[in-house]
């Protein structure tokens, strides 16, 4: 059973950074891309970034200079760096592989 964890949200003060990460046990993270997004409750979920296997990335426009996506194959791990964080970042961050969710980890930006 592939299983997805993702970690490092919690609490920040307005323009502070957080990394989160996303770990996984399954050999799906070698040949599929990572994806991150977020959702907040009663909206539909927003794609922010992704990366291949190959380290291809791609980011939403709405976080592209502030958030960096990365990739350790090793440890089949993936890590976005959240930079310069707004309230209007407050939310639910999931990663998926594939069609693999993890559970979810809170962020939120508040003073």
């Known amino acids: 059973q592939v299983q997805l964890v993702e970690s490092g949200g919690g609490v920040v003060p307005p323009g502070g950074s957080l990394t989160l990460s996303c770990t996984t046990n399954s050999k799906i993270f070698d040949y599929y891309p990572v994806k991150w997004w977020r959702q907040a409750p009663a909206i539909q979920r927003e794609f922010l970034a992704q990366?291949?296997?190959?380290?291809?990335?791609e980011y939403a426009e709405s976080v592209k200079g502030r958030f960096t996506i990365s990739r350790d194959g090793a440890k089949k791990v993936s890590y976005l760096q959240m930079n310069n964080l707004t309230p209007e970042d407050s939310n639910v961050y999931y990663c998926s592989i594939s069609t693999n969710w993890g559970q979810g980890t809170q962020v939120t930006v508040s003073s």
């Open positions: 990366i291949s296997p190959t380290n291809t990335v």
